[in-house]
């Protein structure tokens, strides 16, 4: 029945059976309060993990449509020395930001983690985790333009 409750979620048998095993995971990890039944309780988590996902499927599609969001690709027509420069440049403006943010941007961008896994490891919200990589990737931005302005004037 929650495979089938999944699917009309989904209407993707790969992303049902996903839907079905974090709903699991979330069960087994958090457990089932008591003077409830157990089978109301999967169907309230498993929507409540669908909402979830699909807002943060939202937040990336968003994101991958701002420019000011999308990942910078060093110029392939650059010489060796212009990208180590360009590096340090990352590499200093990375290590002025707090560390909360410095750390989760770290395992997003360079790591590939998922929000989830980043607040699982953070023990914080996954929209904390949204907020603070997006302040993070902001800041970054502003500190290399403002880096390239300078260098410009």
Not at 23 to 28: A, N, R, S, V
Not at 29 to 41: C, S, T
Not at 56 to 79: C, F, H, N, Y
Not at 100 to 107: G, K, Y
Request: proline share 4%.
């Amino acid at each position: 029945m929650l495979r089938r409750f999944a699917y009309s979620l989904t209407g993707s048998t790969a992303d049902a059976d996903d839907l079905v095993q974090a709903t699991f995971e979330k069960i087994l990890n958090k457990g089932i309060p008591e003077n409830v039944e157990a089978v109301k309780w999967a169907f309230k988590v498993c929507r409540n993990v669908w909402i979830d996902e699909y807002r943060s499927q939202k937040v990336r599609q968003r994101a991958t449509q701002v420019p000011e969001l999308q990942e910078k690709v060093i110029d392939p027509q650059s010489t060796p020395h212009e990208a180590k420069e360009h590096i340090a440049k990352v590499n200093a403006a990375m290590g002025t930001l707090p560390d909360d943010q410095r750390s989760i941007l770290s395992l997003v961008a360079l790591k590939g983690m998922s929000y989830k896994e980043v607040a699982v490891i953070s023990g914080i919200p996954v929209g904390t985790v949204m907020s603070r990589l997006s302040r993070a990737r902001t800041s970054l931005l502003e500190m290399l333009e403002n880096q390239t302005a300078g260098q410009k004037s």
